[in-house]
């Protein structure tokens, strides 16, 4: 019966200390209550593999090591069939511990100083990944314990790489928690500049040639123009924090496949002595705990002259690769620093911003681990339009001004920033009972203000959620706290419905910074993303003054504050005589969105009194066509198939219709996707053109065709 241990990291290193204390008392009362304490060598059961792992547990003091040493009685490693057998063993007891080369855990526990990480230690002279090993097991151990390998033969990296590690190495794993999301992609610059630091004070101390290790961006550290470490950060989401589990590989010893740091001593000083592996990682934990502290506390920005003096890519020139129209195309760009969410901020000649997202790109390295100053290859293209410019920061495929969407993953690491606004724009058909307001006040994506649909419109008409007027739009997003240089994310809680309808709005009214999230709510679920509860009086004071402020505008009144400008894009938006001319005239392909059953007037239509069929010449691709089941957006080239097969072509004018005027706004974002974004939206759709006389507005059936 294993003793329950689990830590949240203290505040203090008093409180960490503190915290110690009573678990050992807490572990030694149960140790007793039981008559038995950890055994020196602790065979686990329940595992089929005949390959066991020997971890060897160590604390800072006896009462660290004997809580490690019942909190790792329950560890497994793999999954299925490959679960690993485990042998556990206390440090005093195992016959094998810093013997033979082997990880020295009492000379590292001297040299550290730190208080919250590295405490609580696990050894292996051989061991698939450390890695692996906290993170399927982070529940069980105490946050800041550390893993540490003298071989690992399935390494982890990014891309999930997997390699076997030569001798020579220092490999190690630990954990930390973190409540901010958006701080998230900045710990791995955290932890790499921990290590640069850590490494530099070594040397002072031990009064060796101190090296001048570097950052590569985003996770590499090099040497001399060689790779001599990498870092790996993955997490994990429980309610109210994010889990971290961080690895680092080091080339201590080895001088093989690039070099190590010890080779850079001796080529300074033959006769320095060499660096320790327990030494290194006692000081990336002394300097790891204290800039981490900082980066909590006070966010990157109090850490980035640290950074910057110790990366390699201040006023880099880069070659940017892009694609267009199947050519490739390069232009180079000044590397400036990071942007606010942690990506490469670079000017091009001409003055422009570029983004440069670590997704499939590197920075010119060869197959030898040296860097070649001035490429940037991005080998995905053009799937994955890693680097992109624009005059607003952006990225392709996670944020770009032409592609409609951004995902889950892009609105975490943005959210709360000034310039991003988040709107919940819920809508459901009539006969789906739902109530989208009340939705959103019990749960939403935080910071999220509600887009009533029905209620910011058009007040001089009974069809319903018909555009409103340009100065009635204003004021509402006004109200809504939304300016002219604003970035506005949309979502729904269908996935894919409403949303596309006000992405459709702002684009109609010359804002083209509007984004919907891919997938909407559910796919923001689905990635264990947080939640909001509640709503405050703010949130509902800003969603109620939004369609006040269209009543207000429709009776003549004046509103007090206008922060958006808008103007309208006709180009955009058909109205009833525009439909009308193109039946007889067929300058464009008009598209219906709705089923096939509602477009052939076999199925009825949800409002009531409104018949069902379809504008003639009208050709049916039903909105579910444009996303697959997550939901998310299909790709460009599969959105393409999806229109050809319905026999429309890409390259003729399209106006898209449905029954409202809202899914057509998915049509329409599908659209955008493949390159057409001037596909204008018939806003009455078959609601308006339904109610016409027949004579002069025909409409066709399955039967009567």
Same mark, same amino acid.
């Given at each position: 019966m294993p003793f329950p241990v689990r830590f949240s990291p203290p505040v203090t290193a008093a409180a960490a200390a503190?915290?110690?204390?009573?678990?050992? $008392?807490?572990?030694?009362?149960?140790?007793?209550?039981?008559?038995?304490?950890?055994?020196? @060598?602790?065979?686990? @059961?329940?595992?089929?593999s005949n390959n066991a792992a020997t971890l060897v547990v160590s604390g800072k003091s006896p009462e660290d090591q004997e809580l490690l040493a019942s909190a790792a009685s329950s560890l497994s490693l793999g999954e299925g069939e490959g679960v690993e057998k485990i042998t556990l063993a206390l440090d005093s007891d195992s016959p094998v511990a810093g013997k033979d080369g082997g990880f020295d855990a009492g000379a590292y526990m001297d040299a550290l100083r730190a208080r919250r990480f590295g405490r609580w230690m696990l050894w292996s002279p051989r061991l698939a990944s450390t890695q692996d090993l906290i993170a399927q097991n982070f529940s069980k151990l105490p946050v800041g314990v550390v893993c540490v390998a003298d071989m690992q033969f399935k390494g982890r990296g990014r891309s999930k790489n997997v390699w076997e590690s030569p001798p020579g190495c220092l490999m190690f794993s630990f954990t930390s928690q973190m409540q901010d999301a958006r701080k998230l992609p900045l710990m791995q610059y955290v932890v790499c500049l921990s290590m640069t630091e850590a490494i530099k004070e070594l040397c002072r101390s031990k009064g060796l040639p101190e090296l001048d290790v570097r950052i590569k961006w985003p996770n590499d550290l090099y040497l001399k123009g060689l790779k001599v470490g990498g870092i790996l950060c993955s997490s994990s989401y429980e309610p109210k924090v994010y889990n971290i589990c961080t690895g680092i590989g080091l080339n201590v010893d080895n001088e093989k496949p690039t070099t190590c740091l010890n080779a850079g001593i001796q080529e300074i000083n033959a006769n320095a002595p060499k660096l320790k592996r327990e030494d290194i990682m006692a000081f990336f934990f002394n300097k790891?705990? *204290?800039?981490?502290?900082?980066? @909590?506390?006070?966010?990157?920005?109090?850490?980035? %002259?640290?950074? #910057?003096?110790?990366?390699?890519?201040?006023?880099?020139?880069?070659?940017?690769?892009?694609?267009?129209? &199947?050519?490739?195309?390069?232009?180079?760009? *000044? $590397?400036?620093?990071?942007?606010?969410?942690? #990506?490469?901020h670079a000017i091009g000649h001409d003055g422009q911003s570029y983004e440069l997202h670590p997704d499939g790109n590197r920075i010119g390295e060869e197959k030898d &681990?040296? $860097?070649?100053?001035?490429?940037?290859?991005?080998?995905?293209?053009? =799937?994955?339009?890693?680097?992109?410019?624009?005059?607003?920061?952006?990225?392709? @495929?996670?944020m770009a001004e032409d592609d409609p969407v951004v995902s889950a993953q892009w609105l975490q690491q943005h959210l709360g920033l000034p310039d991003?606004?988040?709107?919940?724009?819920?809508?459901?058909?009539?006969?789906?009972?739902?109530?989208?307001?009340? =939705? #959103?006040?019990?749960s939403h994506i935080p910071g999220a203000l509600f887009f009533d649909i029905d209620g910011i419109v058009d007040r001089t008409t009974d069809l319903p959620h018909?555009?409103?007027? %340009?100065?009635?739009? /204003?004021?509402?997003?006004? /109200?809504? &706290? $939304?300016?002219?240089?604003d970035k506005v994310i949309i979502y729904d809680g269908k996935g894919f419905f409403s949303a596309p309808r006000v992405w459709w709005m702002f684009r109609v009214f010359g804002h083209n910074k509007v984004w919907v999230l891919d997938g909407g709510l559910p796919q923001w679920r689905g990635s264990g993303l947080d939640l909001g509860s509640n709503i405050n009086d703010d949130s509902i004071l800003k969603s109620k003054a939004a369609n006040n402020a269209v009543e207000t505008v429709y009776n003549g009144g004046m509103v007090d504050t206008i922060t958006f400008q808008a103007e309208f894009q006709p180009q955009l938006f058909w109205t009833l005589e525009q439909v009308a001319h193109n039946v007889a005239a067929r300058t464009h392909q008009q598209v219906d969105a709705r089923s096939k059953g509602r477009f052939d007037g076999i199925a009825p239509e949800p409002r009531k009194g409104v018949r069902s069929g379809h504008i003639p010449g009208s050709i049916c691709v039903p909105f579910p066509e444009m996303f697959d089941g997550a939901p998310r957006l299909l790709p460009a080239d599969e959105l393409r198939k999806k229109f050809e097969q319905a026999g429309i072509s890409i390259d003729h004018p399209i106006v898209v219709s449905c029954g409202s005027g809202v899914t057509a706004c998915i049509l329409a974002l599908g659209l955008h996707r493949i390159g057409k974004h001037d596909i204008p939206v018939y806003d009455g759709s078959w609601t308006e053109w339904e109610a016409q006389p027949d004579p002069n507005y025909p409409k066709v059936t399955a039967t009567a065709s």
């Open positions: 503190a915290g110690a204390v009573l678990a050992a $008392i807490a572990l030694r009362r149960y140790l007793s209550s039981s008559r038995q304490r950890p055994s020196a @060598s602790v065979t686990m @059961s329940a595992h089929r790891f705990e *204290t800039l981490f502290e900082t980066f @909590s506390n006070q966010g990157f920005q109090a850490l980035e %002259k640290q950074y #910057y003096d110790s990366w390699l890519h201040s006023g880099q020139k880069v070659v940017v690769q892009d694609v267009h129209e &199947g050519q490739s195309v390069g232009s180079v760009v *000044t $590397i400036q620093g990071l942007t606010p969410a942690g #990506y490469l &681990g040296s $860097i070649s100053p001035n490429r940037l290859i991005s080998p995905r293209l053009p =799937e994955s339009f890693a680097i992109v410019g624009s005059s607003q920061l952006a990225c392709r @495929s996670i991003v606004k988040v709107l919940d724009a819920s809508w459901y058909m009539p006969e789906e009972n739902r109530d989208p307001w009340q =939705e #959103y006040q019990v018909m555009l409103p007027s %340009k100065e009635a739009f /204003a004021a509402a997003v006004s /109200a809504l &706290g $939304i300016r002219n240089q």
